[in-house]
């Protein structure tokens, strides 16, 4: 498999010897975000329903997703200020693509999203607002098992996925820290990109206490439910490595309900350098950053820069009028004229 090194390999002269031990905060001048495709009239036309639909004065939405399935009224409550500002154009775009361009469906799968994201307790847009947190999910990441680092070539934040170093049994808490932590990487996203790239690697750690364990298949399909139901057009890329024969006989088993569109984003044992400048890259990996976990170090750091680039998100939702539609374009970004109004494909 890549990036084994026999034990007599030394390592690589260029990686940086300062160790490394928060995130960084920006995409170096390698990456680049790609530009956006242009909308067909018809697309322009199908996006104005879905903003419309949202961007009314009484829209409620459900506090559970069963009271949105049943369509229970009883149940419903007007957005948040936090809830507009997650309801953006990119938003819009996102679900839209998810579905075909179906208007109805992704207004149904968008208010669905609403519904889980207040049940499931994270519906603020702060980390200490919500019932997930930093604080609940902090024993899931004690020994690094999941790390924000770093962008893709593309500009997309990395998030370094880690069973080897798996630390605790299977519980609900383990599925909201993958969640805690997809919400941390969104914020880490620069103006123009709203994926993610996510860099796998199986291989066993000596820090790991559950080696070997592959998650139960239920909650595998869990946690692919929610990434595809709620998290739509999210994944940009994912890049595998160390695979081990459970690991394969897992993704065999998952591999049915892993949607079309998001397999075309697996790549299997290739060259991360390939895809991650190695300026932001881990040395494991053939980068050069010299990454060491430490929780102490590393978690209140990172939950500080995501607060902070959240705090600036907010700001700007606020500057230009709170309402529904706004772009993630401008709100991540430093321009002062809005590049796209509310409404605006």
């Keep these: 498999m890549l990036f084994k090194k026999d ?179 969104i914020d880490y996203m620069p103006p123009g990109q709203d994926s993610l790239a996510l860099l796998i690697d199986f291989k066993a750690s000596p820090v790991g206490t559950q080696n070997g364990k592959i998650p139960p298949v239920s909650t595998g399909r869990q946690v692919l439910n929610i990434l595809q139901t709620h998290y739509p057009e999210r994944l940009g890329k994912a890049l595998l490595t160390n695979i081990p024969w459970l690991g394969w006989t897992f993704l065999k088993i998952i591999h049915p309900f892993i949607d079309p569109l998001t397999r075309e984003k697996l790549v299997f044992d290739q060259p991360f350098p390939d895809y991650v400048p190695k300026l932001q890259l881990d040395k494991d990996f053939g980068g050069k950053v010299n990454f060491e976990y430490e929780q102490e170090k590393y978690w209140p750091q990172m939950i500080s820069i995501a607060e902070e680039k959240k705090r600036k998100y907010v700001k700007r939702f606020e500057t230009f009028g709170s309402k529904v539609g706004l772009s993630e374009y401008d709100l991540r970004g430093d321009h002062e004229e809005l590049k796209y109004p509310p409404g605006v494909a």
């Design 7 to 185: 034990k007599k390999d030394k390592e690589p002269q260029d990686v940086n010897k300062d160790v490394t031990h928060v995130p960084f905060t920006e995409p170096t001048d390698e990456s680049k975000v790609p530009g956006e495709l242009n909308l067909t009239s018809d697309q322009k036309e199908k996006f104005s329903k879905v903003y419309q639909h949202f961007a009314q004065e009484d829209f409620a939405v459900a506090d559970s997703e069963e009271s949105h399935k049943h369509k229970d009224k009883a149940h419903y409550k007007p957005l948040t200020e936090d809830e507009k500002s997650w309801l953006t154009r990119e938003c819009f775009l996102r679900y839209l693509r998810a579905t075909k361009w179906k208007v109805e469906d992704a207004i149904s799968r968008i208010e669905g999203t609403l519904a889980w994201r207040r049940e499931f307790g994270i519906s603020g847009n702060f980390d200490l607002e919500n019932e997930v947190n930093g604080t609940l999910v902090a024993p899931e990441n004690e020994t690094g098992k999941e790390v924000i680092l770093g962008y893709d070539n593309d500009a997309r934040p990395c998030l370094y996925l880690k069973p080897g170093r798996q630390n605790t049994k299977t519980s609900q808490r383990q599925v909201q820290h993958v969640v805690y932590m997809l919400e941390k990487v």
